[in-house]
């Protein structure tokens, strides 16, 4: 059994990331890996049957409002939710640059709708945010109170520069808010021992790496942590279609003590995202 929780469907807006199949064979290649046929072909049966063939009993596609560069409106993603029959599940993406917006998102598509979390670049707004910034504490503030996962994609390509990763954003957010949890996708890199180090001292972080964990620099940092203390809120995702999602979880199970895989692969996703799982 197997929780992704990075992947976005060819299907409707999120079709977006799929607009340049070589662009997207190149950026597996950064990291030795091959972008298989589903993503050069855009096709969601082959999605699917890599899914099968990979062992993904869940995924989690994310939305994204108020992006300076593509966005995937949160109907479409409820849509998608309906349109997979649920096993892809979904978060709702949320503009930073307009709170009262996101506060109503939150509401409808959430807190009285079927998505599992919530999802905010606030680095890539048009005018960008840190995501500690202090106009967006209402929203952590209603994410607190409903017990409402916050996906906060915080490393990679975070912002104009490195410093929309540094893992001191994550930390005041975590101590500010400390009933409310928070999953750092991209996992902080490049600053990976400083997010490490986070997580080390605040027990509402979760990680997830996902492409950064694939022959990369940093990745033996994040081994060490999820083989032993941080075992339970490290969390697999493909980060698909930027990245295979049959050849990354190959490499992932080879990574970690198999005492722990059930954790990393599924378990903690399913209490994160309060997922039911079907019986074992």
């Known amino acids: 059994m197997v929780i992704d929780v990075r992947l976005r469907p060819p299907f409707k807006g999120f079709k977006q990331q799929y607009a340049s199949p070589a662009g997207n064979k190149?950026?597996?290649?950064?990291?030795?890996?091959?972008?298989?046929?589903?993503?050069?072909?855009?096709?969601?049966?082959?999605?699917?049957k890599e899914m099968d063939e990979a062992g993904i009993t869940y995924?989690?596609?994310?939305?994204r409002n108020g992006h300076f560069r593509y966005n995937v409106s949160n109907d479409d993603v409820v849509e998608m939710t309906e349109?997979?029959?649920?096993?892809?599940?979904?978060?709702?993406?949320?503009?930073?640059s307009n709170i009262p917006s996101a506060m109503a998102d939150i509401e409808k598509h959430v807190i009285n709708g079927p998505l599992k979390a919530v999802s905010m670049e606030p680095g890539a707004c048009p005018m960008?945010?840190?995501?500690?910034?202090?106009?967006?504490?209402?929203?952590?503030?209603?994410?607190?109170?409903?017990?409402?996962?916050?996906?906060?994609?915080?490393?990679g390509r975070a912002g104009p520069d490195v410093s929309y990763s540094n893992p001191a954003i994550i930390s005041s957010i975590a101590a500010d808010f400390p009933k409310g949890k928070f999953m750092v996708s991209h996992g902080g890199w490049p600053w990976v021992q400083a997010v490490i180090g986070a997580c080390f001292w605040q027990d509402n972080i979760w990680l997830c790496p996902d492409m950064y964990l694939m022959n990369n620099s940093g990745a033996q940092d994040?081994?060490?942590?999820?083989?032993?203390?941080?075992?339970?809120?490290?969390?697999?995702?493909?980060?698909?279609p930027l990245m295979p999602i049959v050849e990354s979880l190959s490499i992932f199970k080879t990574l970690f003590?198999?005492?722990v895989l059930p954790k990393l692969l599924y378990k903690n996703a399913a209490e994160l995202f309060n997922i039911q799982l079907p019986q074992e």
């Open 128 to 155: 960008p945010l840190y995501a500690n910034d202090r106009r967006l504490y209402p929203i952590y503030e209603m994410c607190q109170a409903h017990k409402i996962p916050v996906i906060l994609m915080l490393g």
């Open 222 to 240: 994040y081994i060490a942590a999820a083989n032993t203390w941080l075992q339970d809120r490290f969390l697999f995702g493909s980060a698909y």
């Open 257 to 259: 003590k198999e005492e």
């Open 26 to 48: 190149a950026f597996s290649a950064k990291f030795g890996l091959t972008s298989p046929e589903s993503v050069q072909q855009v096709s969601e049966e082959l999605m699917l």
């Open 83 to 96: 349109h997979f029959g649920g096993r892809i599940l979904g978060a709702a993406g949320l503009d930073c």
């Open 59 to 63: 995924a989690l596609a994310t939305g």
